[in-house]
Structure formats: structure tokens, C-alpha cells
């Protein structure tokens, strides 16, 4: 009898703290859907696939509809006919849109218009914007730096350093890239704003003319945070969110991949895609797709081969087959590495030049689990601050990404590259350093987790 008096007492005594705990309640303002629109024309010789974004305020749903109504009529007469009429594989038209929140009330977003014909992406033109979505007015980038901010030079000089490094083995426009630096250019330039990050964006065919992806130029908030205004640091100040790192092994694939992006964008989210090279030269049109829309391409090897069965010089070999489809690809180069399954001492011991990603919580989607269980997976498992493994290359983990982008934002969570959760976190990501996870600076392996 004691012992169950006692026991109601310390339950007793929680109830206060537990039921005074704030719950998270996502802000309504930021919901958002979508609706898509598609369309096979002359026989199936082409095919076009067009998304409207539906948010909170109609104004700027008119505006992003009308974006995307207009590259449509723009580039559907460009478009090359698909004399085998499998048009959705081999002669496509994809209008779509990027989104991401922050603050209290902006959303930004990219209309993105991706052409591609017999799997190769032959012009990618988009536009941005940003928005306050209790006014629906723009915002722009002079609305984030005043006049006489100093990130008008520091957008200058990194904008020139990082175009000028792209594509070394490709003939570039000087020029154009004095002229995207001018302070002009840079008030007008196309950008987004995600969890930790400010991206300034640009077709590379206006610098690279044979290239016909998108270029990204990135900057930390807290690299700007002294030169923005007062509301712009209001809105892009994050820090009561939760923040973990999706990342995605094993891919690309055809199709599996393609849904996993199809869901992530739809999600609002940006993940981190641990490569295959050999899957990259086969789906050189999908790796495109990942990198124009601002998600993070990092090397899991060339082959997937196991460290442990390789020489240094062969280890080193795998990075830097991977490492030449990528810079032909994207002009950048990978600075993320993940073993094959994990085992990363002998990749330490080659030093191989670049931050280990390891992981904190384990999906083991590649098991055939449903997506509920993957879910699941997640949900018994996740703290601030991790690294989760899933693999885009399977048939079901493209499934779960709305049950469990639904459960983070209902608690919280706001899903972000690895290298924006390591800045957000005061880590400097280092060669050859081995990372499970982000929070206040520790990146060791959490004893309660499930990998």
C-alpha cells in the first residue's frame, strides 16, 4: 500500500511540470499543398509535367501559377519530339516548385522549368521568390541588406571565386561573370532561403555555355547576420526549431530516386545524397535533378567497394573517378564522404582528404520495412541534432518521406543538409574526421542510438 501511495505522489508531482510543457504547434501560415498538371501530346511525343504551389495566401499562389503557366508556353515549342512516343522517359518538360520556410512567415521559392530530351537535361531556366506570406508582398534582397551593408562585396567576391572555380576543364566567360558581380546584378539576383543557409542561384550557360544545369552560390546566415536588417534577421533566425539531416545512400536511380525528389520538394526539405558513381553514369539526367534543386551531392565511392579490400591508391581512386562524373555534371566538387556500409577506418587511414559522414539513427529501409515502419524507424529514434540513414535507391523509402516530413514539422524538426545542421551547431566539418551526428558541437556516436 505504501509503495502504490508513493508512486501516485511522484506522479503527482510530474503532472504540474508535464502538463505546463509547451507544446509545438506548427504555424498554420506555412502550410502548403500541391497540384500538378499533366499532359501527353501528339501521340505521346512529348510529355509535360507542371506543379502550382497552393499556400496560405492567394496572391502569391496567382503569381508562382502564373510563373509556371508562362514557362510552359515558353519552352513547350522548343521541346524535340520522341519518335519512339515514350515521351515521360525520353522527351520531358518539368515545370516544378521548390519551397522552404522560414522565420515566422516567409516562404521561398523556385519555379524551376527542366528540359530534357533522351535522358539529357537540355536547359534548366527557373526564377525565385520570396515572400511574406502575411502580405503576400516579394521580398528582396535589398529588403535583407541595406544600402551601405558590407555583404554586397562579400556576395561579390564569393560569387566570383565560386563561379570562376566551376567546370575546370571547360572554357568560361570572364566577363560574364564580372557582370552577374555588379551591384545591380547582385540586388536582382535570383536567390532562396532555407533552414540555415542563403543560396544565390544562376543558369551556368551564362558563364559556361555548353552547361546546362544551375549554379549555387551559398552562404551561412550567421556569415550575414551583422550586415542584414532587423526583420531579415528576424525571419531567418531558425534557432527554436529542431534540425536534423536527412541522407540518402546508394543512388541514383531511375525512378527511385526521381520519387524521392518529387517528395522532398513537395516536403519542403533538402537532404544530403551519398552518390554511387557507377549509378551516377548511368543517370546522368536524375543527378542533375538532385543538384538543381539545391540538394547537397556527396561520394559513398565509385564502385561501393568495402575500404578494407582496396589499396590507399585504389580508395583514392574511387573518390576521384566519382569526384570527375560529378565536376562534368555539376562543376563542383564533392566535400562530404560515407563509407561503403559504414566501415570507415581504412578510408581514415588512406586519408582521404574529406569529412566522414557516419549516422546517428538507421532507418534499415533497405530491409524491404513498409513505410509506416520506416516511419517508425524515425519517430522511437530521433533527437536534435542527427544524422538519418535512408537509401533513395530502393522501391519504398520515397514512401515514407510524407508520414515522417509530417511528424517533423508537427514536432518541430526542420529537415537540412548535413552541412547546414553542422554550421547550425558550431561544427567545422574536417578531412579525414569521422561525424555521427550535430548538436552544440558534439558529433560523437549517441549511446541510445539505433545504428
Not at 531567418?236 to 534540425?243: C, E, G, I, L, V
Not at 518521406?401 to 567545422?428: C, P, Q
Request: glycine share 4%; proline share 4%.
Amino acid at each position: 500500500m505504501r509503495r502504490i501511495v508513493a508512486m501516485l505522489l511522484a506522479a503527482a508531482l510530474l503532472l504540474p511540470a508535464f502538463s505546463l510543457a509547451e507544446e509545438f504547434v506548427y504555424p498554420a501560415i506555412f502550410e502548403v499543398d500541391y497540384k500538378v498538371n499533366e499532359r501527353k501530346v501528339e501521340d505521346n511525343r512529348y510529355f509535360v509535367s507542371k506543379e502550382y504551389l497552393l499556400s496560405s495566401n492567394e496572391s502569391v499562389n496567382a503569381e508562382l501559377r502564373q510563373i509556371a503557366d508562362d514557362f510552359d508556353e515558353q519552352l513547350f515549342p522548343q521541346m524535340q519530339p520522341d519518335k519512339s512516343k515514350n515521351a515521360r522517359r525520353n522527351s520531358r518538360l518539368d515545370i516544378e516548385v521548390l519551397h522552404y520556410v522560414t522565420g515566422d512567415s516567409w516562404l521561398s521559392t523556385m519555379v524551376l522549368a527542366r528540359m530534357s530530351y533522351q535522358r539529357n537535361q537540355v536547359q534548366s531556366p527557373f526564377t525565385t521568390r520570396t515572400f511574406d506570406l502575411e502580405t503576400g508582398s516579394r521580398i528582396l534582397l535589398t529588403d535583407i541588406f541595406p544600402e551601405d551593408s558590407a555583404a554586397w562585396e562579400l556576395m561579390a567576391q564569393r560569387v566570383e571565386s565560386h563561379v570562376m572555380g566551376l567546370f575546370p576543364n571547360e572554357a568560361r566567360n570572364p566577363e560574364a561573370v564580372a557582370q552577374l558581380t555588379t551591384r545591380e546584378a547582385l540586388e536582382h539576383a535570383e536567390f532562396t532561403l532555407s533552414g540555415f543557409e542563403m543560396t544565390l542561384h544562376y543558369e551556368a550557360r551564362a558563364v559556361y555555355p555548353d552547361k546546362a544545369g544551375l549554379m549555387h552560390v551559398r552562404f551561412f546566415y550567421d556569415e550575414l547576420w551583422d550586415h542584414m536588417t532587423e526583420e531579415a534577421r528576424r525571419q531567418t533566425d531558425n534557432t527554436d526549431w529542431k534540425m536534423v539531416a536527412i541522407t540518402c545512400d546508394d543512388g541514383p536511380t531511375y525512378a527511385e530516386t526521381a520519387n524521392t525528389l518529387t517528395n522532398f520538394r513537395r516536403e519542403g526539405a533538402r537532404a544530403t545524397f551519398f552518390t554511387v558513381g557507377k549509378k551516377v553514369a548511368g543517370n546522368p539526367d536524375i543527378v542533375m535533378r538532385t543538384f538543381d534543386q539545391n540538394h547537397v551531392i556527396a561520394t559513398h565511392t565509385y564502385n561501393h567497394w568495402s575500404g578494407y579490400s582496396m589499396s590507399d591508391a585504389a580508395m583514392h581512386k574511387e573518390v576521384d573517378d566519382h569526384n570527375a562524373l560529378l565536376i562534368d555534371l555539376t562543376g563542383e566538387k564533392v566535400a562530404l564522404f560515407r563509407a561503403p556500409g559504414g566501415t570507415y577506418p581504412p578510408w581514415v587511414e588512406a586519408d582521404i582528404g574529406l569529412p566522414i559522414i557516419q549516422w546517428s539513427v538507421d532507418t534499415y529501409d533497405y530491409t524491404g520495412k513498409s513505410a509506416r515502419k520506416i516511419f517508425y524507424s524515425i519517430r522511437n529514434n530521433v533527437q536534435d541534432g542527427d544524422v538519418i540513414l535512408t537509401h533513395d535507391s530502393g522501391k519504398i523509402m520515397h514512401t515514407s518521406i510524407e508520414i515522417f516530413a509530417k511528424w517533423f514539422r508537427d514536432n518541430g524538426y526542420m529537415m537540412v543538409t548535413v552541412d547546414e545542421l553542422a554550421h547550425a551547431n558550431g561544427v567545422t566539418l574536417q578531412p579525414n574526421e569521422v561525424y555521427y551526428r550535430c548538436l552544440d558541437g558534439d558529433t560523437s556516436k549517441r549511446s541510445d542510438s539505433n545504428t
